[in-house]
């Protein structure tokens, strides 16, 4: 059976395609498993979170006595799911199906593949069938932690990752193969023709895995040093970690469970974020004496104005950064609506053991910096320096001061540093 792509019925957010028809293939990566999901080149905006390399849907097909799919892919990719699967096997034979994430970009092609599957099960944690059933009104058979499947010659073990990074979420082990099915952890959103992290240069990794991780999961980072810590315990021999979105890993697979551990702890580095909006300078030239006296301590500074850097990118410096200084001017009595959309977006997802500092220009009241400081407080950020304001241009005198207050954040970050 042949399942095809037909360029005259473009899903959503699919270009249409110079040919009427699509065969795609699988590939194999392990002796009973095929990559089978999806690669999206295009997507640039992921609920919000900026993904300037793409990502993938990844899905694996299990080829044991009990043909299983392991996740599905975005909604409009499940044609291209299809014709991988059929590379390989006629989907009807599928037996079952685990869904171990159910947000739309893993779930969204689940009802697609129920109807041209038929499975005899299908299986996910206890939240994942209360949101399957919410989603698509799909019943699901529900697994726990220590649960197992049986497939024929191996088997399937789940291990349920609550809040990592939704309710539903769970991983699942399969052990002829050694392969850990590690859903959104351990993963990125990069695309390419690749399948293997190996594959790729290491610095793009780095840069593509700390972005993901400080967008996505430094919410629960506590939860993710939790499961990495606990698998040692679990006593699952893996050689393969297999996540839904970006590369696969295999002998080098413990370097990206370090990387999110490390991101997880979430220790301050000697690096300093200055992030600013300006309406006529003034707060630009308050950023750029308080980036001088930071670089006169010897700590690397980012300077960055929101009008051209997104929030993403903002929270990507604020999880790498040991100090993270916000300045904006006044408008209405109000903080600078840039900045407060990049605030209440960091502040959500819980940055800690960062040194704060506020600033900014105002004309008439001079409300903004202390909403900052504000912000910054409730993100429970130290900040050693009082808010620093310039009324109109800065004088030389809040020049002065700002430059200082740089050194002083410079040295209260490298005394920290020295502490630990």
């Known amino acids: 059976m042949l399942y095809c792509y037909n360029g005259n019925h473009t899903p959503p957010g699919r270009e249409e395609e110079d040919?009427?028809?699509?065969?795609?293939?699988?590939?194999?990566?392990?002796?009973?498993?095929?990559?089978?999901?999806?690669?999206?080149?295009?997507?640039?905006?992921?609920?919000g979170y900026l993904t300037g390399r793409g990502s993938t849907y990844n899905a694996f097909l299990v080829m044991d006595e009990k043909i299983t799919l392991i996740d599905t892919v975005k909604a409009p990719f499940a044609d291209d799911l299809l014709a991988r699967i059929a590379s390989v096997v006629d989907p009807g034979k599928i037996d079952y199906v685990i869904s171990n994430h159910s947000e739309p970009d893993h779930s969204g092609a689940l009802p697609r593949i129920i109807d041209a599957v038929k499975p005899e099960k299908l299986f996910a944690s206890v939240a994942g069938a209360k949101t399957l059933k919410a989603y698509y009104d799909i019943d699901a058979t529900v697994v726990k932690t220590g649960?197992?499947?049986?497939?024929?010659?191996?088997?399937?073990?789940?291990?349920?990752?609550?809040?990592?990074?939704?309710?539903?979420?769970?991983?699942?082990?399969?052990?002829?193969?050694?392969?850990?099915?590690?859903?959104?952890?351990?993963?990125?959103?990069?695309?390419?023709?690749?399948?293997?992290?190996?594959?790729?240069?290491?610095?793009?990794?780095?840069?593509?895995?700390?972005?993901?991780?400080?967008?996505?999961?430094?919410?629960?980072?506590?939860?993710?040093?939790?499961?990495?810590?606990?698998?040692?315990?679990?006593?699952?021999?893996?050689?393969?970690?297999?996540?839904?979105?970006?590369?696969?890993?295999?002998?080098?697979?413990?370097?990206?469970?370090?990387?999110?551990?490390?991101?997880?702890?979430?220790?301050?580095?000697?690096?300093?974020?200055?992030?600013?909006?300006?309406?006529?300078?003034?707060?630009?030239?308050?950023?750029?004496?308080?980036?001088?006296g930071i670089r006169s301590r010897g700590v690397e500074v980012v300077v960055t104005d929101l009008n051209v850097s997104d929030r993403s990118a903002v929270m990507t410096e604020v999880a790498n950064s040991g100090i993270i200084a916000f300045g904006a001017p006044t408008m209405n009595n109000q903080m600078y609506p840039a900045m407060a959309d990049v605030l209440n977006y960091v502040k959500g997802l819980r940055p800690k053991n960062k040194i704060g500092f506020a600033f900014g220009s105002f004309g008439w009241s001079g409300e903004g910096a202390k909403q900052i400081a504000a912000e910054l407080e409730a993100m429970g950020a130290e900040q050693p320096v009082a808010p620093i304001q310039a009324k109109y241009m800065p004088a030389a005198a809040e020049l002065d001061a700002i430059r200082a207050a740089g050194v002083t954040l410079a040295d209260a970050l490298l005394a920290k540093l020295a502490a630990e």
């Open 147 to 292: 649960d197992t499947l049986p497939l024929g010659a191996g088997k399937l073990a789940f291990v349920d990752t609550k809040m990592l990074h939704w309710p539903d979420s769970m991983v699942s082990y399969y052990d002829l193969d050694k392969a850990l099915f590690s859903q959104d952890a351990f993963g990125m959103h990069l695309a390419g023709s690749r399948l293997w992290a190996d594959e790729y240069d290491g610095s793009v990794l780095e840069q593509e895995a700390r972005k993901y991780f400080a967008n996505i999961l430094n919410v629960q980072a506590p939860k993710v040093v939790q499961l990495i810590d606990s698998l040692p315990g679990l006593n699952l021999d893996i050689e393969l970690v297999l996540p839904d979105h970006g590369p696969l890993w295999r002998g080098d697979w413990r370097w990206i469970v370090d990387l999110y551990r490390e991101c997880a702890v979430q220790k301050p580095r000697k690096r300093a974020l200055v992030a600013y909006s300006t309406m006529w300078n003034s707060t630009r030239i308050l950023a750029d004496a308080l980036a001088d």
């Open 19 to 47: 040919t009427m028809k699509t065969n795609l293939t699988a590939t194999q990566i392990a002796p009973h498993i095929y990559a089978v999901g999806a690669v999206d080149w295009n997507v640039r905006n992921f609920h």
